[in-house]
């Protein structure tokens, strides 16, 4: 086929289809329609007189030429995209693209931003604060900063752990000192208790202190990150069950107080990106002050799994 015959607007939205294996997220990728998308796929179908979807029950598959040809179209718009980066890139400032999960943004990252700015006054950093699994591919963020409880990869995502993380109670030291003495893991009981997405984690902690819950379930408000959890517990709403390195500043300077050594695992923080060793050197930049930041948090104070 001549390139001036190219379907570039068909083949790009098979691309997308094809590279997220979902028609909506496609839509969703290129700020049009679903039925745009289809109707542009069924087009180049046509076009190829060849199936490149297979339609089942609420997903689609790539046949085998679906598969070549998208192996051909992400390398190829892959290209494209490095190329007119780069040349962006040189005709402006130096510029990083983030995408950070919600509570590593507000916790940790924003109140620490400036000290990247003052070390690399000439770049600017541009922030995306989204919890979904970035798509390295289409001129988006280059690098991603993201929790995972359990998953140490994403698909075609080069991902590098961070640290480590714990969660155990933490409350304001107002209300400690306001409130019934904690003398053992039961005590918490007295207190409200704020829950992060649901409540098996508050169960899973007394169960490890050795104060299994007998009766109802542990009560109290249920926020929807630990951003949220953390800020509750800082203003005296309940006791937290907080990640230990959110709140390393806050515990450090006494606003919250630790009443018991039992933490649980709590997962992981990840940095992400298509390649973390083809990085542009302004994203380098960013990604190695993050890992120096990550860094200063010691070990020993975030501590181990007991």
Not at 78 to 97: C, F, H, N, Q, Y
């Amino acid at each position: 086929m001549k390139r001036s015959r190219l379907p570039l607007t068909a083949l790009r939205s098979f691309e997308a289809a094809g590279r997220l294996l979902s028609f909506s997220r496609a839509a969703e990728e290129l700020f049009v329609s679903q039925a745009a998308i289809s109707r542009q796929i069924r087009e180049l179908e046509t076009t190829l007189k060849t199936s490149l979807f297979l339609r089942l029950h609420r997903k689609v598959e790539l046949t085998e030429t679906g598969h070549r040809l998208l192996a051909q179209l992400t390398r190829s718009f892959d290209a494209v995209d490095a190329a007119v980066s780069e040349i962006l890139r040189a005709s402006g400032p130096p510029t990083v693209r983030v995408s950070v999960e919600p509570a590593l943004a507000s916790s940790w990252l924003i109140p620490r931003l400036d000290r990247f700015r003052q070390l690399h006054p000439d770049i600017d950093v541009l922030i995306d604060v989204n919890p979904r699994v970035v798509d390295f591919h289409g001129g988006g963020p280059e690098i991603a900063l993201r929790y995972s409880a359990q998953s140490t990869s994403w698909p075609d995502t080069d991902a590098e752990r961070l640290r480590q993380l714990f969660d155990t109670p933490v409350l304001s030291a107002s209300l400690a000192r306001s409130g019934p003495p904690l003398a053992r893991p039961q005590d918490l009981r007295k207190y409200t208790l704020l829950h992060e997405e649901n409540r098996r984690y508050w169960e899973k902690w007394f169960e490890k202190a050795g104060a299994p819950e007998r009766d109802t379930p542990a009560r109290g408000p249920q926020l929807a990150d630990m951003a949220l959890v953390l800020q509750a517990a800082l203003r005296g709403h309940g006791v937290a069950l907080g990640c230990l390195f959110l709140a390393h500043d806050d515990l450090a300077s006494g606003a919250l107080v630790q009443p018991f050594e039992t933490r649980i695992g709590a997962g992981a923080y990840w940095m992400a990106a298509r390649n973390l060793k083809a990085l542009s050197e302004p994203a380098a930049r960013f990604a190695d002050w993050v890992r120096a930041e990550f860094e200063k948090v010691p070990p020993l104070d975030i501590g181990n799994e007991r």
